[in-house]
């Protein structure tokens, strides 16, 4: 009987949910662990300056093209979507305080976590599973290094650090698009937009805005780290790893911004 119990679809589902479920608890517990580790390590000072500045680098600097692109090209179909409706029922002098909640609240943050988890974290995670299959990581191990300082350090700290940078540039490069956008289609003056702009943005919203950035950093450059670190099985593994590091990131940022706009704004 339990031989034809196995073989159904519910036994299977039940299996594959039971398999899931497991899963997701030893990713989490790892990347508690790992993060717990992360900050033991600050006080040992296990990278060097050089290091994190490369880190840094990578972080702020080759992910702008990208992210600006994207962050942009977002705030010029919004405000191509808005403004010649809001012109034509006498709203025009609003479309800029639109425009600028948008970026400075969840567009601008959310579209540059998403670009930085796409270019950066999926190559932190390539990269450290990379080595954790080809055993350099057992190496460090054998010279009496701890992986995770040596590791994890510089790229989580340039991923904190680094992300409102992004995430400041890539706002104002999103309301100047936006700008731009309306100014063409429905013809609302610079003067108007701007004056709009600094009605709407308050020194809340951008205290939350930074400190957003700075959760979302931290987050996605620890989970694609952990996640990676974690890979095995040759090729095969450190594909996997890869994967699980992007999804894990998009899913975790949507939720640490979900307890954002519950803490905040309500």
């Given at each position: 009987m339990r031989i034809y119990y196995k073989a159904t679809y519910t036994y299977k589902i039940f299996r594959a949910f039971c398999k899931s479920l497991n899963n997701l608890i030893?990713?989490?517990?790892?990347?508690?662990?790992?993060?717990?580790?992360?900050?033991?390590?600050?006080?040992?000072?296990?990278?060097?300056?050089?290091?994190?500045?490369?880190?840094?680098?990578?972080?702020?600097?080759?992910?702008?093209?990208?992210?600006?692109?994207?962050?942009?090209?977002?705030?010029?179909?919004?405000?191509?979507?808005?403004?010649?409706?809001?012109?034509?029922?006498?709203?025009?002098?609003?479309?800029?305080?639109?425009?600028?909640?948008?970026?400075v609240r969840e567009e601008a943050v959310i579209m540059a976590g998403f670009a930085i988890i796409s270019m950066i974290g999926s190559s932190l995670a390539s990269e450290i599973?990379?080595?954790?299959?080809?055993?350099?990581?057992?190496?460090?191990?054998?010279?009496?290094?701890?992986?995770?300082?040596?590791?994890?350090?510089?790229?989580v700290l340039a991923g904190t650090l680094m992300m409102p940078i992004v995430v400041i540039v890539s706002s104002l490069v999103g309301i100047v698009g936006g700008a731009i956008a309306a100014n063409l289609v429905s013809g609302l003056t610079f003067k108007a937009y701007f004056d709009s702009v600094w009605f709407g943005i308050n020194m809340h919203d951008l205290q939350v805005c930074i400190s957003k950035s700075f959760a979302f950093g931290f987050v996605i450059s620890l989970i694609c780290c952990s996640c990676g670190m974690e890979a095995r099985d040759g090729a095969k593994g450190v594909g996997l790893a890869t994967t699980k590091a992007v999804v894990w990131s998009f899913v975790a940022i949507v939720i640490v911004d979900l307890i954002f706009a519950a803490a905040c704004f309500y």
């Amino acid at each position: 009987m339990r031989i034809y119990y196995k073989a159904t679809y519910t036994y299977k589902i039940f299996r594959a949910f039971c398999k899931s479920l497991n899963n997701l608890i030893t990713t989490l517990g790892t990347i508690v662990m790992f993060g717990i580790e992360f900050f033991k390590g600050l006080r040992y000072k296990p990278t060097t300056f050089p290091e994190l500045m490369s880190q840094c680098y990578r972080f702020g600097v080759t992910s702008l093209p990208i992210t600006l692109s994207i962050v942009g090209m977002t705030s010029v179909i919004v405000a191509m979507q808005v403004a010649g409706e809001m012109v034509k029922q006498g709203a025009g002098n609003y479309v800029g305080m639109l425009v600028a909640i948008l970026m400075v609240r969840e567009e601008a943050v959310i579209m540059a976590g998403f670009a930085i988890i796409s270019m950066i974290g999926s190559s932190l995670a390539s990269e450290i599973a990379t080595m954790k299959v080809t055993e350099q990581i057992d190496a460090i191990r054998v010279l009496k290094v701890n992986p995770i300082h040596y590791l994890f350090t510089p790229r989580v700290l340039a991923g904190t650090l680094m992300m409102p940078i992004v995430v400041i540039v890539s706002s104002l490069v999103g309301i100047v698009g936006g700008a731009i956008a309306a100014n063409l289609v429905s013809g609302l003056t610079f003067k108007a937009y701007f004056d709009s702009v600094w009605f709407g943005i308050n020194m809340h919203d951008l205290q939350v805005c930074i400190s957003k950035s700075f959760a979302f950093g931290f987050v996605i450059s620890l989970i694609c780290c952990s996640c990676g670190m974690e890979a095995r099985d040759g090729a095969k593994g450190v594909g996997l790893a890869t994967t699980k590091a992007v999804v894990w990131s998009f899913v975790a940022i949507v939720i640490v911004d979900l307890i954002f706009a519950a803490a905040c704004f309500y």
